[in-house]
């Protein structure tokens, strides 16, 4: 849940807030050029936004862009840890419990999520009671028959019960399974009724309540974020004017006028609240002078302006498209974490043993590895206290420690670099990862594979059919996968965070076999991928389908 709060969703809510600000900033703009209709649609825009993460390629305009998704190397064999300026002092605070500030946080967003749907689908469910208890089915024969002549004004042939009630004070369409139309007691002339039936079955046409549903999804999800209410209220505020202007565009004035006197002696009659995922034919007072201004001066929209109308529907989804991936590499990006000189903790002997030994060792204690530089000869690290939910751990800062190699020496799972130039190789691959390729092989020096970034717990599918030879941890390349395909054709599958097959299994090309992750010496989620024919390493690229 951590995951998913922290690398998902709040980086969709600042996406979608953001097409939320550049949509308020051009609201003086637009109102004076486009219609409610135009206004009432563009609101979907941040709503998928809020909803969707998009990919764009623009990770190569961003700063980071240079160490995102490389592997520091492919593999390293048993290290040497020497410990630089490690100060053994007593520590100032004593033993305490650890506060998981981001499990907090999650678990805070979700409790709201929870009190938001809550409180909506009590409020609903009060309502539903309240009406089944006091409606009554409409049995005025000439109220039936103006009913069903706009139904088939409108082309609509399913049957949408009509009812009225005295705890409704404005006539509403609910239910998006099973519509029904509610009137009030209202005292309506038959052309005032036409004048409701006509609004209520556009709500119906163009399927307004999903619309309506759809926002008050996205909203509760980002209920810690004010500019998904803005998005939401606009959207419920727009139906009823994007309908009014739906209706009035077909209008001569005589029923103009009388589609404004019937929204007038509703609104006279209103009395409570309408529900959220519901079209009430009035709206307050705020907008009736807005709303009859609309029915009375509506001017159809030139084609010019509604070319342009589209333009600037296409540019702000771009904008929020861009949003949504800076956003998201943002938040995948490596963590950095600083580190502190005024104060140590003691950490273990550690001399002589792998890197994967040592991560395991300091796991216990509470402590994580990051990966922080290379420079010749070795690898820094540093050792930050990041440990699980619940557990104790001594205070302290963070110790930086030196990796340093002894003579080069290849590890069994990584043959010699040398690039294969002969025969094309009989085999077909799959593209193991959905996700952007941040570097093939030689795009730098020693680089024998291709990285391919992609969110954590992606899918990773083996590329041809093969047989597991290999499916463990290893130093330079964590979690790892690798399949034999015969004729001295293997694949490799590094930095995976779960490892989903087992030695002699068998997967067939295009299966799961593993989840992308940043286990080994990785400085983001990637899948690094390798082929390889009797141990030379062999560009992927012309093999790909």
């Known amino acids: 849940m951590k995951l998913f709060f922290f690398e998902h969703l709040l980086p969709l809510s600042f996406s979608g807030a953001g097409v939320v600000f550049v949509i308020l900033l ?61 100060m053994e002092v007593p520590l100032s605070c004593s033993v305490r419990p650890v506060i998981d ?48 002549q706009v139904k088939q004004t409108k082309h609509i042939k399913r049957k949408i019960p009509l009812y009225y009630s005295d705890k409704v004070g404005t006539p509403m369409l609910i239910g998006i399974l099973f519509p029904k139309i509610i009137l009030p007691k209202a005292s309506l002339s038959p052309e005032e009724f036409t004048m409701v039936f006509l609004h209520e079955l556009t709500h119906y046409s163009r399927c307004d309540l999903i619309y309506k549903l759809a926002a008050l999804l996205v909203n509760g999800f980002h209920w810690f974020n004010p500019l998904a209410y803005v998005a939401a209220g606009q959207i419920n505020r727009l139906c009823e004017l994007s309908c009014d202007e739906a209706l009035v565009k077909t209008m001569d004035p005589l029923q103009r006028k009388d589609y404004g006197k019937a929204i007038l002696n509703v609104l006279q009659e209103t009395k409570v609240k309408t529900p959220s995922v519901s079209s009430s034919f009035s709206l307050g007072k705020q ?43 943002q938040s995948s990006k490596p963590d950095n974490p600083s580190l502190v000189d005024q104060a140590y903790v003691s ?27 290379t420079s010749a000869g070795g690898v820094t690290v540093a050792i930050s206290q990041e440990p699980a939910a619940g557990s104790q751990l001594l205070a302290g800062g963070v ?42 092989v030689n795009a730098y020096p020693g680089h024998s594979g291709t990285d391919i970034i992609a969110p954590e717990g992606t899918d ?14 290893t130093t330079g390349y964590g979690n790892c996968v690798i399949l034999d395909h015969g004729n001295g054709i293997r694949t490799v599958y590094g930095h995976c965070k779960e490892l989903l097959v087992s030695v002699d299994d068998t997967p067939a090309q295009g299966e799961v076999i593993a989840t992308v992750g940043k286990t080994g010496l ?24």
Not at 32 to 50: A, D, G
Not at 460 to 473: L, P, Q
Request: proline letters at 6%; glycine letters at 6%.
């Open 399 to 440: 110790v930086k420690a030196y990796f340093s190699e002894p003579e080069a020496q290849p590890s069994p799972e990584t043959p010699p670099i040398e690039l294969y130039d002969g025969e094309k190789l009989d085999i077909s691959l799959l593209i193991p990862v959905s996700g952007h390729v941040s570097a093939q």
């Open 287 to 329: 907008d009736l002078i807005r709303r009859l201004h609309l029915i009375m001066d509506f001017k159809k929209t030139k084609k010019i302006i509604l070319a342009g109308g589209i333009c600037t529907i296409v540019l702000i989804t771009f904008v929020g498209a861009s949003l949504s991936s800076a956003i998201s590499l």
């Open 522 to 545: 990785a400085t983001g989620n990637h899948c690094h991928f390798e082929l390889r024919y009797n141990d030379q390493y062999v560009d992927p690229t012309p093999y790909f389908n």
């Open 26 to 86: 051009l609201l003086p703009l637009t109102r004076k050029m486009f219609s409610n209709t135009w206004h009432y649609y563009l609101w979907s825009v941040p709503l998928v936004i809020f909803a969707i993460p998009f990919s764009l390629p623009v990770e190569a305009l961003l700063w980071w862009n240079k160490t995102t998704g490389s592997p520091v190397s492919e593999a390293l064999p048993p290290i040497i840890m020497q410990m630089q300026e490690l």
């Open 460 to 473: 990773i599918t083996a590329a041809a059919d093969g047989t597991v030879i290999y499916s463990d941890f």
């Open 347 to 373: 950490v273990p002997d550690l001399t002589g043993i792998s890197l994967a030994e040592a991560q395991k060792v300091l796991s216990d204690l509470g402590l994580k590895l990051n990966y922080s530089e």
């Open 101 to 148: 500030g981001r499990q907090l946080t999650a678990f805070l967003w979700l409790a709201g999520v929870f009190l938001f749907f809550g409180y909506k689908f009590w409020s609903w469910a009060r309502f539903c009671y309240q009406l089944r208890k006091n409606r009554r089915c409409f049995d005025d024969s000439q109220i039936l028959a103006i009913f069903e």
